[in-house]
């Protein structure tokens, strides 16, 4: 596509359900990003994909979360049992494969996340 | 552990007004610092420095990189009311961008 699409743009659910984030990348972007943004913060770092696989989970927050990838394409971000403090905008990112120094990394609207 | 640090933090100035912002970091395998501008959700990509000294320039925008100090400015000249938003730097490395918490700039008629 044009650009990184995520969907859904909102969500709302209560304290202890799931949620599934999507993110489609700019089509050829092997390398995709998810960060997690609360209120008045920068963008925390959640995981990279470098195709299907994810070389760095470093930024999970819990076991809670987890995250995967198809068909070097489409990723899902899964929260578990949510709870009021996942409370955030989750924001996807995509790049091209690493060329030297360009890690010019393209974002796509987000998902604003409210637990109550 | 990777950390870049903006400021201020919040700024506020009026139409015409010249802004400097401020980006120190301390990042390993240090490949690139970049500006990116956040007026709803998304952020948009500003500009992408690799080499120290050597200015960027898009219009009323302009920034520059030392290596050696660790610290990037974006400076905004001329300032008008659609500048007002939050300005993230970012720090890259092999493949991470590690983000500072931005400075939110406020730009009034």
């Known amino acids: 596509g044009a650009g990184v699409s995520q969907s859904p743009s909102n969500k709302v659910t209560e304290k202890g359900k799931d949620v599934e984030l999507r993110c489609d990348p700019i089509?050829?972007?092997?390398?995709l990003y998810w960060y997690r943004q609360r209120l008045g913060q920068g963008l925390e770092f959640l995981i990279y994909f470098q195709g299907n696989s994810a070389p760095d989970k470093s930024g999970l927050p819990s076991d809670r979360f987890s995250a995967e990838r198809t068909g070097e394409s489409v990723s899902t971000l899964t929260i578990q049992r949510t709870q009021q403090e996942d409370s955030a905008v989750y924001l996807c990112?995509?790049?091209?494969?690493?060329?030297?120094?360009?890690?010019?990394?393209?974002f796509g609207p987000g998902t604003r996340l409210t637990v109550l | 552990e990777d950390k870049v640090v903006q400021s201020p933090l919040s700024l506020v100035v009026h139409e015409g007004d010249t802004v400097t912002l401020n980006c120190s970091y301390e990042v390993t395998n240090f490949r690139s610092l970049l500006w990116y501008k956040q007026e709803k959700k998304a952020p948009t990509f500003l500009f992408m420095l690799t080499s120290s000294g050597i200015e960027k320039k898009s219009g009323r925008l302009s920034s520059i990189l030392d290596k050696k100090e660790l610290f990037s400015i974006l400076n905004i000249t001329a300032t008008q009311t659609g500048d007002s938003a939050i300005y993230l730097c970012a720090g890259g490395s092999n493949y991470k961008l590690t983000f500072g918490k931005g400075t939110l700039l406020t730009v009034n008629p």
């Open positions: 990112a995509s790049s091209f494969p690493l060329a030297g120094a360009n890690n010019e990394q393209f």
């Open positions: 089509s050829g972007h092997t390398a």
